[in-house]
């Protein structure tokens, strides 16, 4: 799907998304519905071709350019993590007197969990400081690939929901949360703590990318389809 509008004006990757939950200056991502915004069909736009959708490598960023965006220009430290997935919905059990059993709270909370402004560990299962050329490799991905041609529509994916098991996370120099970019592999989605980043453009193989990306840092849970 696309969105006729500038990718600059374009935000969050195209896509909105909502209910993140606030408790007590503890941030959890849970599971969100997307609310659709208008879209048409790349395929309907006159002069279209399912090539046009591949990436395609722009050198439009020189890496200083891409370092002095938000919000690599303000982190001390930027890291890779991946985490436990949302649980799925169990089945219902029934008790000895009929009736439906409540379902049993699970051991560890899914989602990116930030308390205080610092990331909470307890359900992270790996995580990475990133390397000046890391770095800079993961901005090439977002800034620097984009569409092949019909490069003015920009897809609007519509995923059912929103399950991510990786993040990027930027950190001040007392590890405080400055922001963090929440991937979902499986949907093919991605969305950030202050809505000011993303993917970039979503060209075909964009998420093939920073999949690569993650395993290549030594953050591969999440990437596959068996990580729950």
Known sequence: MINLACYANCSR????????????????????????????????????????????YTKMFTVTQ???????????????ISYVGVPKNSNRT?????????????????????????????????SKFLTREQ???????????????????LIT???????????????????RVIDHLDICFTCHASDSGSRKINVGIDCKQKYDMLKAFFISVGVPYGTRKYDQ
């Not at 919000?71 to 890779?80: D, G, Q, Y």
């Not at 007197?97 to 989602?111: N, Y």
């Not at 994916?157 to 590890?175: M, T």
């Open 13 to 56: 990757n195209g896509y909105y998304f909502t209910d993140t939950t606030v408790h007590q200056k503890v941030k959890h991502i849970f599971k969100r519905k997307i609310v659709y915004h208008v879209s048409y069909t790349r395929e309907s736009i006159k002069g279209y071709k399912p090539e046009f959708d591949n990436c395609l």
């Open 94 to 126: 029934i008790d000895s007197a009929g009736f439906p059993k409540a379902p049993e709270e699970p051991d560890t909370i899914g989602g990116i969990i930030i308390e205080n402004d610092h990331l909470k560990y307890d359900n992270v299962k790996q």
């Open 135 to 153: 770095i800079e490799k993961f901005s090439d991905i977002i800034f620097n690939y984009g569409y092949s041609g019909m490069k003015n529509y």
């Open 66 to 80: 891409r370092l002095k965006k938000y919000p690599f220009s303000i982190a001390a430290k930027i890291l890779a």
């Open 157 to 175: 994916s519509l995923p059912g929901c929103f399950e991510p098991r990786n993040s990027i996370v930027f950190l001040d120099k007392n590890d």
